[in-house]
């Protein structure tokens, strides 16, 4: 069911065929932060291109706290939000 999928060995993501994003982290390594990161504000691009929902789901189960190198690539997340993209996010 997946139109689209990546794999770093902390992070696993998919895009399904609905554009919900998946992400799933095994650890908060720097490939793992930059490819979440990087997939996603691609998919913020995109969606806000297109005025379409981003709808996005992230798995953290299996993490402790956040590294200050992941707390600082994820606010840029919220910095770079553009106004206009209607979003959804769900962590687990």
Same mark, same amino acid.
């Given at each position: ?6 794999? =770093? =060995? ?13 992400? +799933?982290?095994?650890?908060?390594? +720097? ?12 998919? =913020?691009?995109e ?7 981003? +709808? ?29 993209l209607?979003?959804s =996010?769900?962590?687990?």
């Amino acid at each position: 069911m997946n139109s689209s999928s990546s794999d =770093v =060995v902390g992070c696993t993501f998919e895009l399904t065929d609905d554009n919900v994003a998946i992400f +799933r982290f095994a650890d908060l390594k +720097r490939e793992s932060v930059d490819l979440f990161v990087d997939t996603l504000k691609q998919l =913020v691009k995109e969606r806000d291109a297109e005025q379409a929902h981003s +709808r996005t789901l992230v798995d953290a189960y299996q993490l402790s706290m956040p590294t200050p190198y992941a707390a600082k690539r994820f606010q840029e997340l919220v910095k770079d939000k553009p106004e206009t993209l209607k979003s959804s =996010v769900a962590i687990i």
